[in-house]
Every structure is written in C-alpha cells, then in structure tokens.
C-alpha cells in the first residue's frame, strides 16, 4: 500500500512539473497574440485647425482657394461618410494632391482636454505654407476633427490652444455600403474626360488611373490634373460606356468600375459605381 502510494504521487509531481516548464511558453504565446491584435504604432505630427469651429475645415470662407478643400472634394466634405472629419495636410500628407483620400487617426494627451482617444480623418485638402511646411508632419484640422480629440464638454477649450503636439498613424479608410464614385469635371466634353474620384475604401488614396471604352481591349492612363481630379484628353470622342481601372497609392491593387460613366454622359454629373476596395 505505501509502495503504491508512493507511486501516485511520484507520478503526480512529475506531470506538475511538465506542466510548470509548459506555461512559461503558453504565456509567452498569449502577450505575442495581444502584440499583433490591434495597437497601432504611431508617429509625432503637429495638429492645428482652421475654418469654422463645429466645420468642414474647408468650407468658403477660410483662406485656402477651393471650396471644400484642395483635393476637390466639394461640398462632400461636410457630408456623409467624410462628416467633416477631414484634414488639411502638410506636403509629407498631400504629397502634391497624390495623398488626397488617405485616412490617418490622430489622438492628443499633451494638453488636459485632450481625450487620448483616436479620430479617424481624411486628407482633403492642402495646407502650403508655415509650419505646414516647415513641421515634418503637420494635420490642418476641421474644427470638427480637432475638437473630436477633446474630453466631453472640452471640444471648445482644445481649439482654444490652437496648436498641438498628437500622435497619429496611417488606418485603412471604410466607408461602409458606399461605392467608389466619379464627380465628373464641369469643364468635360466628348474628347476631354476629367473627375474626381471620391470614396474609395482600404489605402483611399491612388497612384493610377486608366479608362477603357466600350469595345476596346486597351487601358489609356489618365494624369493627374490636381488634387483627386485625373484627366484624359483624347484628341477624338469617346467612346462610352466608359471602365475606369483605380490603381491604389499604397498598397498598389486595382479595382475596375466596369462601364461606370454611361452614354450620353454630362459635364458636372456624379456617377456612382457598384465597387469598392
């Protein structure tokens, strides 16, 4: 009986010791999954803000020359899915109108209103000069976007420090149940194709465009004129239904909006796609 005893309760030191030597690596296997679960990385940035308080930044009365901001965005600015949570950037972020549609979120703990929590928003405009410029990153913030970073009730006394030290990193853009969409330039005509190109989803922001008409088994690139607007002038009619190929600034994957700009196509008209990133 004392021989068996013996017996069971060397056998149950030895599986409490395997056990122990086991859960040094289970830990170590748990804070490696929590490691990659979400926390973004971020990066030192200036923020200020311009236009009105509780704005859309870009709006026309403030001091930069296009009407909802240098990306060309228009009136969308202040519209769902931007909400005026949108940002003029710097030239490290507008990268001559190339950065246009990127998201970053930005979060503040240098001064007691701020909340530290994260804002998602887009780049749809450009600030040229000052400490836009000479800061290596710099946010131009809507009034709305910067007040977002506030503790409640403090939105007012953040914009009241006008200028701040914020964390911010790159994020995929999301736009949930919208489709990339093509705001056609007043200037078109048959032989001359310009948009914007507003809404795109993941990197938001592109590095191509191409257009193929209908019947034609070719790709013609586009240039970019300024900000989101890309322009093809042909030289001849095109040939509508027109596809539109995006190629994305980041990551570089295409999207096709097939036959996405119709017959008889007008100047100034917004044509919705039926595709997103």
Known sequence: M????????????????FLSLLRPCACYSRL?????AGVLATSPAVATW???PGGAGSDATCMYIYTGGACGFGDAVSKPPFSSLISAGGPSLY?????CGACYQVSCTSNGACSGNPVTVVITDECPGGPCASDPVHFDLSGTAFGAMAKPGQADALRNVGSLQIQYSRVPCNYPGV??????????????????IEFENGDGDLSAVDLQQVGSGSWIPLQQLWGALWKLNSGSPLQAPLSIRLTSGQSGKTLVATNVIPVGWQPGATYSSNVNY
Do not use: E, M, T
Not at 5 to 12: Q, Y
Not at 95 to 99: C, L, V, Y
């Open 179 to 196: 489709n990339v969409a093509f705001k056609v330039d007043a200037g078109s005509n048959p032989s001359y194709f310009a948009a914007i």
């Open 95 to 99: 990268k001559s109108g190339k950065g």
């Open 2 to 17: 004392a021989s068996s005893s013996f017996h069971r309760l060397s056998s149950l030191l030895v599986f409490v010791g």
């Open 32 to 36: 490696f999954l929590n490691s990659s």
């Open 50 to 52: 311009y236009g009105s």
